[in-house]
């Protein structure tokens, strides 16, 4: 039989090979590195039989859905661990998460993080016995009987609730058995190294009417040494965690009269008008106007935008009048009635319309984290209104905008692109020309990109930014949205060339995403060490004495009317003691400043990261400063 691989080429094989045995006819290596396969499109074992015509691609540790595949493993070593240290515990579900692993289990007797190593020592015997993974199917009432002889009572009800006409698959490796529907692993053997970090309470199924169970936590990785980089990386992780520096740096708090909902304290506002000042001043360049819609709108508008049938249980509602009203959870329908409320021609597109509005989403109360997940936070929302031949230029216009923010603050990041969902609305023509035009626009201006098949919205096609902070960890911020369902349910026109009423194509886009959350990541990303000209306090002015009082005031005076956030400590401590408050509060500048430099009129300059960098006249240092602020740059 045929087998067509990835790359295009045929492959000549027996009938019914597995795609280990196609995986040995193309190279010793690739199979001794083959974690599963896709086939058709399909993630399957290596184990699986091939049928002629089959397109085939052979799974490693180099891709994503390998190492999820590893880790999805290493979750059912700890099951069968699990049952043989507690053999009356129930299991319920064991799925891969980023960076890992969980399993909920039901425990007779609760366990402690310290059980975590007896667990561990089971699971190396498991890997080191490099048992064989099967994979076999039964029918629903043998599948029921099976588990109901495990006494898996969470197992039976998966069953129960999985459709009549569903393949019951299983997993077995040595004497234990999971229902699953896999793939996995050849052999336990292929698991290098794995730790488990953790224990938490949850829910069955998420509900809270449900038994609590026990969440046991667990990463793997193909290396050793990888998994050690990780852990070296969630130890500086936990050094920039924002909750603690935003506390620390005074920036904001979280309080339960708003839980979800952060108050923002006068050095975090500072930050916050920084980055709002920059993001006006880069769309003013670009042509976008701005616009401020009400942050309540009635009942109507969520209606024809979908919202109120699609997205009710995430919104907070009231009454007005006898008349129900929502808080928005998003900007885009104010910004439709924008566009509406004067009458448009081709000569006025595209119109770039941006609005940083404030949003309310319910968050539910347990997934609630500092300034990364919130019940209200500001999006830096852009909609752009445009003809189908101009969104191309536009799209690059857009790319080229959020290239530019994130080189600023030195994120590396990579693309995606989404294509068309099954479930998509709207014409095969219109979607074949957005499709091309994001596609066009990334290939003209040579940008690397994923495609990510049928990704898309429902309404349009769209490009990602995940972008990579200092540590290593991505974060998705930046999107371009393409929608022709809203500007339809709305009726939106424009009068084109030929005097005909058209309906423009409309971009949902941000950069920050949300500002709160971009704060969040930048505080986690500098390590709560600003670039000077985003610093809430820039200069930090330190006397020797007393006698420096009046020569430091007028320092104070001068840079403050140069628009220099600058503070002078003038408490009677001694000098070591206040450089370093001045440094645990990460003041890019300080200035020591005693009788030798008050009579020269100089400032002994400090570095935040670098240290005593020599004596210089005042105004030098300030001109210093100054260009600093004005050229954004990196300190």
């Not at 499709?435 to 919205?457: I, K, Q």
Request: net charge negative; hydrophobic share 35%; glycine share 8%.
């Amino acid at each position: 039989m045929n087998i067509l691989l990835k790359n295009g080429d045929g492959l000549q094989l027996q009938e019914n090979a597995t795609c280990m045995q196609a995986a040995l006819a193309i190279s010793e290596g690739l199979a001794r590195n083959a974690v599963c396969a896709k086939v058709n499109g399909e993630l399957v074992d290596t184990s699986y039989s091939l049928k002629d015509g089959d397109s085939l691609e052979i799974v490693t540790l180099k891709d994503k859905e390998g190492l999820q595949v590893y880790r999805h493993t290493c979750a059912h070593v700890l099951a069968q661990a699990l049952k043989t240290v507690y053999p009356t515990c129930k299991l319920s579900i064991g799925p891969v998460i980023e960076n890992g692993f969980y399993y909920d289990v039901d425990f007779v007797t609760p366990i402690t993080q310290a059980d975590l190593a007896k667990i561990e020592v089971e699971m190396q015997k498991i890997i080191k016995s490099n048992l064989p993974i099967e994979r076999f199917v039964l029918p629903r009432q043998e599948a029921l009987a099976l588990m109901e002889s495990y006494s898996e009572t969470y197992k039976v009800e998966l069953i129960e609730d999985l459709p009549l006409d569903a393949e019951i698959s299983f997993y077995k490796q040595g004497n234990f058995t999971d229902l699953c529907r896999g793939p996995h692993l050849p052999s336990t053997g292929k698991i290098k190294a794995f730790k488990l970090t953790g224990i938490a309470g949850a829910y069955w199924r998420g509900d809270e009417k449900n038994k609590m169970l026990t969440r046991i936590y667990g990463t793997a990785f193909a290396k050793k040494d990888e998994m050690e980089a990780y852990f070296t990386m969630l130890e500086e992780a936990k050094k920039r965690d924002h909750t603690k520096l935003g506390k620390e740096l005074k920036l904001f708090a979280m309080m339960n009269e708003g839980k979800g909902m952060p108050f923002f304290l006068p050095r975090g506002m500072v930050l916050k008008n920084e980055l709002v000042d920059y993001w006006r001043q880069i769309h003013r360049r670009d042509g976008y106007v701005e616009t401020q819609t009400p942050i309540m709108l009635n009942r109507t508008l969520w209606e024809t935008s979908g919202h109120w049938f699609h997205y009710k249980d995430n919104m907070y509602t009231t009454k007005v009048d006898d008349e129900d009203f929502a808080i928005k959870p998003m900007n885009c329908p104010g910004g439709i009635l924008v566009y509406k409320n004067e009458p448009h021609s081709y000569k006025d597109l595209p119109i770039r319309m941006g609005e940083l509005g404030l949003v309310h989403r319910h968050e539910k109360s347990g997934q609630l984290h500092g300034l990364f997940r919130v019940r209200c936070f500001t999006q830096d929302d852009a909609h752009i209104f445009m003809t189908k031949s101009q969104i191309k230029d536009e799209i690059k216009g857009i790319v080229r905008l959020i290239n530019e923010v994130y080189t600023l603050f030195g994120f590396k990041y990579h693309v995606e692109l989404s294509t068309r969902p099954e479930n998509s609305m709207g014409s095969d023509e219109d979607w074949e020309i957005a499709t091309e035009s994001l596609r066009s626009a990334l290939d003209d201006m040579g940008l690397e990109y994923v495609v990510n098949e049928g990704d898309g919205a429902f309404y349009g096609p769209k490009i990602d930014f995940h972008l990579e902070d200092s540590i290593g960890r991505t974060w998705q911020c930046g999107t371009i949205q393409l929608d022709f369902q809203l500007p339809q349910r709305f009726e939106l026109e424009y009068v084109g060339e030929d005097g005909a009423k058209h309906t423009p194509i409309m971009v949902h886009r941000v950069a920050f995403g949300s500002i709160e959350r971009f704060i969040g990541i930048l505080i986690e990303h500098f390590a709560g060490k600003f670039p000077v000209w985003l610093s809430p306090v820039q200069v930090k002015i330190l006397p020797i004495t007393e006698r420096q009082t009046e020569y430091v005031n007028e320092l104070c005076k001068k840079m403050k009317e140069l628009g220099i956030r600058v503070e002078a400590d003038l408490r009677n401590e001694k000098i070591g003691y206040k450089i370093r408050e001045a440094q645990m509060e990460k003041v890019p500048y300080m200035l020591v400043v005693g009788e030798k430099e008050a009579e020269a009129g100089q400032v002994a300059v400090r570095r935040r990261d670098k240290g005593d960098t020599g004596a210089v006249l005042a105004d030098e240092f300030i001109s210093t400063v100054l260009s600093d602020i004005a050229n954004k740059t990196a300190f």
